[in-house]
């Protein structure tokens, strides 16, 4: 699964961080350390969930 | 572009931003029926305050949240579209606020909040021990005004002996009302009577730099935008804002919390037997309870959600709409500690999306942790008679609970 975070959109709420965090790290500014990312099938539900948690809807998925 | 004047999408509605003396929760259920209606509603100018529209569709208010550019934040309260004074960072638009938010991130990142965490903690029990043995409580007057009120001050540094001459003025500027002080001059004069105490603290600080610590104010004395050392006038500005922003939002926040918990045993319960699940349930009630309400110019013409809108026009932004969406949740008035997917806009969203969020939570979680341990049951006296109050803020009026 590939995510893409949408750095313009990212503002910084960790709500992705807060439901999965081994996922979506942040950086000390406290926005998603990424912006292209690929995870693990294993992943695959964490990463959802952090994906329709954002506020922002700054995260998307291929695959 | 031609702009239409729309009125057959754009219904006209009655609605009283200041509506109190409301049932509790009330105020959530009546933003929800405009939403009914359609995305954006329009509110007439009437009794002496102007008119203005209100996003009330979730997809209406994030898109107005998240673009700066044809929303502005110069006005941010709508009945007051042409404000005198100057709330920083809350009223700046970007490329201006892009820096302060800069300048101001460090001391909010989650990893910085977390290093609050054990003073916090210790004062929150301090709190809770003052009436653990009591029968009855004052929930806001002895805990939710001043736990947040605390916070507050450690985060500037503050010495803890001005505690209560700041718990004095949180009363007047936040708990003025028709009776105590009608036409909030009392609010006023508290207002600039704590400005002028943060400027008094601000020029000691800057004289006498040892009594700078490891905190916010210490570190914004030498803030720089554009190159030009931020002034002593800025930074009461500033601080004003930090005071008053962290304040009346997280004491209703705890109040209207735990109102739910001690009418709703079952949430509660859950709570004391399975305290790991606070955070989300912190989560939850932030999504269930959205008390904050904002408020955009907008720029130059244009259209939200298909509707057009004027430049000028103030457009009332509630937090509400998106979380308590009942597209997407079908029970949105439900606490559910078990919901799969939370997801709510109770913090805003977009460049200005609050900046205290996790400091909130961590006060929110506190609370519920320390709170339970010690008082795992307790009931609101007199339920029927707790009431609401709406505006920028909702907030339950008072909360006596009965400690068993």
Redesign the interface.
């Known amino acids: 699964m590939k995510l893409t975070v949408d750095k313009q959109?990212c503002?910084?709420?960790?709500?992705c961080?807060?439901v999965a965090p081994s996922v979506y790290p942040?950086d000390?500014?406290?926005y998603v350390a990424f912006e292209h990312a690929e995870v693990d099938e294993s992943d695959r539900s964490a990463a959802t969930?952090g994906i329709?948690?954002?506020?922002?809807q700054a995260i998307s998925a291929t695959t | 572009m031609t702009v239409q004047n729309d009125r057959a999408r754009c219904p006209v509605v009655e609605w009283d931003y200041l509506q109190g003396g409301c049932p509790v929760n009330s105020g959530f259920a009546r933003i929800s029926e405009l939403a009914e209606k359609a995305p954006i509603v329009e509110v007439e100018a009437a009794n002496g305050l102007p008119g203005y529209l209100i996003a009330a569709a979730g997809e209406a208010v994030v898109e107005v949240f998240q673009d700066p550019r044809r929303f502005s934040s110069n006005a941010v309260i709508p009945i007051e579209p042409d404000p005198e004074y100057l709330m920083i960072p809350v009223m700046i638009d970007p490329p201006d606020h892009t820096a302060w938010r800069k300048l101001l991130a460090p001391f909010f990142v989650p990893s910085r909040v977390q290093m609050l965490e054990p003073r916090i903690r210790a004062r929150c029990v301090e709190l809770i021990e003052e009436f653990a043995d009591d029968d009855f409580v004052d929930f806001i007057q002895m805990f939710a005004a001043q736990f947040p009120n605390f916070v507050f001050m450690e985060l500037l540094g503050l010495p803890q002996k001005d505690f209560e001459q700041f718990m004095v003025w949180e009363n007047r500027i936040m708990h003025a009302d028709s009776v105590n002080d009608p036409d909030r001059s009392g609010a006023r004069e508290a207002m600039v009577e704590v400005s002028t105490y943060l400027g008094d603290l601000i020029n000691a600080r800057r004289a006498d730099p040892s009594l700078n610590g490891d905190d916010l104010l210490a570190a914004a004395l030498h803030w720089e935008i554009d190159g030009k050392p931020v002034t002593t006038e800025e930074l009461q500005n500033l601080c004003m804002f930090l005071f008053i922003a962290g304040l009346d939002t997280v004491a209703a926040q705890l109040t209207v919390s735990f109102h739910h918990l001690a009418t709703n045993p079952k949430n509660r319960r859950r709570i004391v037997e399975d305290p790991d699940i606070i955070p989300q349930a912190v989560e939850e009630l932030l999504r269930a309870f959205p008390n904050v309400s904002t408020g955009r110019k907008v720029v130059a013409d244009t259209e939200v959600a298909g509707i057009q809108v004027k430049a000028g026009q103030m457009i009332l932004l509630p937090t509400s709409p998106a979380g308590r969406n009942y597209a997407t949740y079908p029970d949105a008035d439900v606490v559910d500690f078990d919901r799969p997917v939370i997801r709510h806009t109770s913090f805003g969203a977009g460049p200005h999306r609050c900046i205290g969020a996790h400091l909130a939570r961590l006060e929110l979680r506190v609370a519920l942790e320390e709170w339970h341990r010690r008082l795992p049951e307790y009931t609101v006296d007199d339920v029927d008679a707790v009431t609401e109050h709406t505006g920028s803020t909702f907030g339950i009026d008072n909360l006596r609970l009965v400690l068993p």
Not at chain 1, 11 to 15: E, I, L, S, Y
Not at chain 1, 52 to 56: G, L
């Open positions: 959109k503002q910084g709420h960790a709500m961080a807060a942040l000390d500014e406290g969930l329709e948690t954002c506020p922002e």
